[in-house]
């Protein structure tokens, strides 16, 4: 018997209007004639007018080229980093102001924003995308000028809107995680730009990714009500098919089908997701603007970036008075200090170096822009590809939709352990405790958790599976009390070393959280000692081996493990939950 799905939210996003066309031509010239802010401008008042209350109206949405422009320009170094004057810099800020008022206002799938963020290089657009970026082209004509002529006009013949965007000199999406996430380490000027677009993208993944999944439940609904209504005379799988090509066509299934499309493609993704800053991580994921990462050229027009610095001799201040009525105009005639030759005193700035070396590097690394800042980033984008993967991996997609690409879920965890297996303890404690990967399913963590352990434990420890089999109602993979007991607790790393015992302790500290999150731990006696077991095992294995530096640190990341361990313990004896 059929079971009533639950009625599906209502969309919380305005609808979408086009632009009249005149007000089109406006936005056309100014930014064909590079006069970016007034164009953000009118873009931002028409679509947030008449929102000072609630209404439902319609809103003026920008049409994608505008939009792709929009997010090349909250990027650009011409426009942020080696800006030349206050108002190029105020073009990224409206940028942004624009974009997030969009995604508000009328959401990613309204503003059709799969289109205005296609990337338009060869490797991106292959011959299986096209189809499905042309159909999507022509419904998005439709929405935004209603003919291809009108299409056609909206495009800006400019070449920061065409050939020197984001969208055309990137490889793909995970080229500009990859670049973005090294920038964090070897150059934070850059970083504090790149954070911004970055969030603001991972945003709209997530955004896009939810709102059609509300519209694929509207789908099934409508595929139930069908087969009740005819008593199976239609099976409404035409309707089943709809609702799997929305998902298909958001914007996360759409950058990892084309990642998958090239050679090494799941590793290559998990690669731009652990961007460090190393020789091989600046290699893969190289910069994407020409010259992005020099200075702001040095002329009279840079100083209006930086505020006046009051001079320590008095003469010099009088010599900077302005008084117009006597022709004086201070030193904004005068270039004899922005063309003195006198060096610039030599900051140096501390930048962290690759999170992928060993411990010994601990204390410099995270001194900076490091993994710790560019954590949470790291963990949304893993849980985007955790939860598309699972989705599509239960969907049953028709022989037309064979050509979509699906990322195998297991391949994606096993890809991610490579990566996370060999960090130092800092950085492995970032994905080892569920207090630190929030963004990621407490399912997700457990198959990580899991797969980490299975590498690190000695051979000697049962296998999961086999003690899952004498558990009664127990589902394959499931984590439960006794697979914990049995198989994880007693047990130390299957090596001598201090750091491989520590990352074990931190391991069997997450699983035991989340078991103990979910309320389906009972202290037993059994539970106690085997922890405790576990814990004098560690400790009496793990020797300093040949590392001379790190080893105090290790020590404590073991110890302080084993006293949050036995803090859940103390805390199921109590009661407390």
Not at 268 to 285: M, T
Not at 299 to 314: F, H, K
Not at 369 to 394: K, V
Request: aromatic content about 8%.
């Amino acid at each position: 018997m059929s079971v009533p799905l639950p009625p599906p939210l209502s969309s919380p996003y305005r609808s979408s209007k086009t632009l009249p066309y005149e007000l089109r031509q406006h936005c056309l010239i100014y930014f064909e004639e590079e006069l970016y802010t007034q164009a953000l401008t009118l873009l931002l008042d028409l679509l947030i007018a008449g929102t000072s209350y609630p209404c439902t109206n319609p809103a003026y949405t920008p049409p994608p080229q505008h939009l792709s422009l929009a997010s090349t320009l909250l990027i650009h170094p011409s426009v942020t980093t080696r800006a030349i004057s206050i108002d190029r810099r105020d073009v990224s800020i409206v940028s942004l102001r624009l974009l997030r008022s969009v995604l508000k206002q009328v959401g990613p799938v309204n503003a059709s924003l799969d289109v205005a963020f296609a990337f338009t290089t060869p490797a991106f657009n292959s011959r299986r995308n096209r189809s499905s970026t042309t159909r999507r082209g022509r419904d998005t004509a439709s929405e935004h000028g209603g003919t291809k002529g009108e299409t056609d006009s909206n495009l800006i013949m400019s070449n920061i809107a065409r050939q020197g965007g984001i969208w055309a000199k990137a490889d793909d999406f995970w080229h500009c995680v990859g670049w973005g996430f090294n920038c964090a380490s070897k150059h934070p000027k850059r970083w504090t730009q790149w954070k911004v677009w970055l969030e603001f993208m991972v945003g709209a993944l997530e955004d896009d990714w939810t709102e059609r999944w509300r519209q694929y439940k509207i789908a099934l609904e409508s595929k139930w009500r069908i087969d009740r209504k005819i008593n199976g005379d239609r099976d409404g799988s035409e309707n089943s098919e709809d609702g799997s090509r929305l998902l298909q066509e958001s914007m996360i299934a759409t950058y990892i089908s084309c990642a998958l499309r090239q050679f090494g493609g799941p590793r290559r993704l998990v690669r731009s997701l652990f961007a460090d800053g190393s020789a091989n991580s600046l290699n893969e994921f190289g910069e994407i603007f020409s010259g992005e990462t020099k200075s702001a050229p040095q002329d009279s027009s840079t100083r209006l970036l930086t505020p006046r610095i009051l001079p320590d001799d008095p003469s010099e201040g009088e010599e900077s008075k302005i008084d117009i009525n006597a022709d004086l105009y201070g030193d904004y005639l005068d270039n004899r200090r922005s063309s003195s030759s006198s060096p610039e005193p030599n900051v140096q700035v501390t930048t962290s170096a690759p999170f992928t070396e060993g411990l010994e590097h601990s204390s410099p690394r995270f001194s900076g822009p490091d993994i710790g800042l560019t954590h949470p980033l790291r963990s949304r984008l893993m849980s985007l590809i955790s939860l598309t993967s699972f989705h599509f991996s239960a969907l049953e997609l028709s022989s037309a939709q064979a050509s979509f690409e699906i990322l195998p879920l297991d391949g994606f965890y096993n890809a991610l352990m490579e990566h996370v297996r060999p960090l130092p303890l800092p950085a492995f404690f970032l994905f080892a405790t569920h207090t630190q990967l929030r963004a990621l399913h407490s399912d997700g963590c457990i198959m990580l958790w899991e797969g980490l352990l299975e590498v690190l434990l000695p051979a000697s420890a049962p296998i999961p599976s086999s003690v899952r089999t004498k558990d009664r109602g127990t589902e394959e993979n499931v984590l439960t009390q006794n697979v914990l007991e049995t198989c994880y607790l007693p047990f130390p790393s299957n090596n001598n070393n201090l750091i491989d015992n520590a990352k074990v302790s931190l391991l069997l500290e997450g699983l035991v959280g989340v078991l103990f999150a979910r309320r389906v731990l009972v202290w037993t006696k059994q539970l106690q000692d085997a922890l405790e077991n576990g814990i004098e095992t560690r400790i009496k294995k793990a020797h300093d081996g040949r590392r001379k530096m790190g080893i105090e640190e290790s020590r404590i990341w073991l110890r302080d493990s084993a006293e949050r361990l036995r803090g859940y313990m103390s805390m199921l004896q109590s009661g407390v939950s």
